[in-house]
């Protein structure tokens, strides 16, 4: 997941499993019956390549701004702290919508408090460190590699609960996980071969990958102080994220990059980057739509077979060719993937029918 996908997909999971309704996404169920099979399986299947146009869009959109020869722009944290801005202000736009009426009736108000700012801040940190450090790795790898280039998330989810959780993983998921470390060696040694490894990117990807498990167990924490809503954590998350990445810009000098940019009055820049923007925060959206309308162990399978068809896109569309060790570094990572989401939702399942598991334990569980 990449947001940036990242970015919010941990949060949305959370929210979705609890704490009340998405006022964006449709109610379920309900009194009323059921929708016919065909006309449900239309609904998933719309939903399904909602999420997978729009992720893959956003992957190729950001190498674009962050890393195109016809563009010149050296300016990682500014193109980042656009979209944290436009996420920021689509937010508080759809509140004052609000009083519209549907579809945006029932979505919360949204005022600047600093002291929840300031309790949302730890969480703020970490989020910049995630969003920085993917759309960094991406600059410095193809969109190819970008996959296995921040794969080992799962493996950070791992190590982080047992360090700060206490919480054990069953044989079969760390054997998983040992084939998508396996994966990601192979396909760091296959670049390395064919001349386009480049260890700043690959430093960016792990980093990532931390970030990614620490941005979970931080909303986790801090989700309480906005009252369980999303949409308010989302919108101090960005704020203080703008905040914070004005001296970052100032003393790496991307405002000097930018006062030498030749294609900072061009209106097709800005309407890629508001392009851009627009879809960091549409992948928020489609990802809680997918699993409002399937289940997460779904959305991670949907993941997973997103992410190979974004590597097949990628290197078609670059014209590359690759080895056949390097396809397999890929499969790797992706059938440790999908063979851990796979345990997981088992394992999960098993407990939520196991009468003599108490419900918070189940709730641990499911996050």
């Known amino acids: 997941m990449s947001r940036a996908q990242l970015t919010r997909t941990g949060i949305l999971r959370m929210a979705l499993g609890g704490g009340g309704a998405d006022p964006l996404l449709p109610a379920e169920g309900g009194g009323g019956r059921r929708a016919p099979f065909l006309l449900r399986a239309l609904r998933i299947a719309v939903v399904v390549c909602l999420y997978w146009f729009t992720s893959i869009a956003m992957v190729f959109l950001n190498k674009y701004l962050l890393d195109s020869p016809s563009l010149r722009l050296d300016a990682p944290l500014f193109v980042t702290f656009f979209q944290c801005a436009l996420t920021a202000a689509l937010c508080l736009g759809l509140s004052l919508g609000a009083a519209c009426g549907p579809p945006c009736a029932g979505l ?208 078609i569309y670059f014209e590359e060719t690759k080895s056949f060790l390097w396809w397999t570094s890929n499969l790797m990572v992706l059938g440790g993937s999908f063979a851990y989401t796979w345990v997981k939702g088992l394992e999960m399942r098993k407990v939520q029918d196991d009468p003599n598991v108490k419900s918070g334990e189940r709730n641990e569980t499911g996050v």
Request: with cysteine; charged share 10%.
């Open 108 to 315: 919360p108000t949204l005022r600047l408090d600093p002291k929840v700012s300031r309790s949302v801040l730890p969480l703020s940190a970490v989020f910049i460190g995630m969003v920085t450090s993917n759309n960094l790795c991406l600059k410095h790898v193809g969109v190819a590699f970008y996959n296995v280039g921040r794969s080992l998330t799962t493996v950070f989810n791992v190590l982080l609960s047992y360090l700060l959780l206490k919480q054990t993983t069953s044989l079969y998921a760390l054997l998983a996980c040992g084939v998508i470390i396996g994966g990601f060696w192979l396909g760091v040694d296959q670049e390395g071969a064919e001349g386009t490894l480049s260890w700043t990117g690959i430093f960016f990807g792990i980093l990532a990958s931390l970030c990614v498990s620490l941005n979970a167990i931080y909303t986790k924490k801090v989700l309480p102080v906005v009252d369980g809503s999303i949409w308010r954590l989302t919108f101090y998350n960005n704020i203080n994220a703008c905040v914070l990445f004005f001296p970052l810009m100032m003393l790496l000098g991307e405002f000097r990059t930018l006062y030498h940019f030749d294609k900072l009055g061009s209106p097709s820049f800005w309407g890629m980057m508001t392009l851009g923007g627009v879809f960091g925060f549409a992948i928020g959206y489609v990802t809680g739509l997918q699993i409002k309308f399937t289940s997460p162990l779904t959305h991670n399978v949907s993941g997973t077979a997103k992410a190979c068809a974004q590597t097949v896109l990628a290197v």
